[in-house]
């Protein structure tokens, strides 16, 4: 045998290394098993970006039907509410620019169709804000006592008054005691009036039952009649 080979056994034999201590190391293996684990870990992290961007897009396709319920609702109660007001039916309908806007919204994926129903909803609610607050300024939206005093009100104070002009003209004479006995029927005119004036000051449709509040609507026409009465009755005794 030359120097350079070993007897492992029985017919076996195997090269020594250069130096004559042992085999050659193994590198091409090593480098080949790193290989195949980093390209492994390489994979999974694809496959885990995949599925979590995925998910998220799951996610925000679930939260943009949620939204767009929520906003179809709020739009839908808005247009029967500006239909109320005398807005026109098409005023209502979307124009094809704002078609086109919307479909170009659509082409960034769920994530930006829920941006744009939350955009819509903030719109529409901001809408909302402001009908209720123009809607506030009006007496049909005030509570039934406080609008029909609008309509009893200066009904029940308008004879009183009168009867007070004519006694600070005229004094204890005929005419004041005529003015007096005239006013006696006055406050039960002034409430049939008023429950016709409220009718037709509030009632939105001929259908639509109007709350009058008679009882309260009788007690104001009735108070300042009585009051008025008693002092010029009392002014006529002592004069």
């Known amino acids: 045998m030359g120097s350079n080979a070993t007897v492992t056994g029985p017919g076996r034999q195997r090269t020594a290394g250069p130096d004559g201590d042992g085999p050659p190391p193994a590198t091409e293996p090593a480098s ?10 390489q994979l999974d992290a694809v496959r885990r970006g995949a599925a979590a961007a995925a998910g ?24 029967e509410r500006l239909r109320e007001r005398g807005v026109p039916a098409i005023s209502l309908v979307p124009s094809p620019p704002e078609l086109t806007e919307a479909a170009r919204s659509m082409v960034g994926g769920p994530a930006a169709v829920l941006a744009a129903l939350r955009a819509a909803r903030g719109r529409a609610e901001a809408a909302d804000a402001a009908l209720a607050a123009r809607r506030g300024l009006r007496a049909t939206s005030w509570p039934a006592r406080a609008r029909n ?4 009100g200066p009904l029940a104070l308008l004879v009183p008054l009168i009867q007070v002009v004519v006694y600070a003209a005229t004094g204890t004479g005929p005419a004041s005691v005529t003015a007096l006995i005239a006013g006696l029927p006055m406050p039960a005119v002034a409430f049939v009036v008023g429950w016709v004036g409220v009718g037709r000051a509030f009632g939105v449709s001929p259908d639509e039952r109007v709350d009058r509040t008679m009882r309260f609507g009788a007690l104001v026409c009735l108070v300042p009649a009585v009051l008025v009465t008693a002092g010029l009755l009392l002014a006529l005794l002592a004069g």
Request: hydrophobic share 50%.
């Open 56 to 79: 998220e897009q799951a996610r925000s396709a679930e939260a943009a039907r949620e939204e767009l319920t929520v906003v179809r609702a709020g739009l839908a109660s808005q247009q």
């Open 32 to 41: 080949g098993w790193a290989e195949y684990l980093a390209a492994a870990r």
């Open 149 to 152: 005093l609008l309509v009893y």
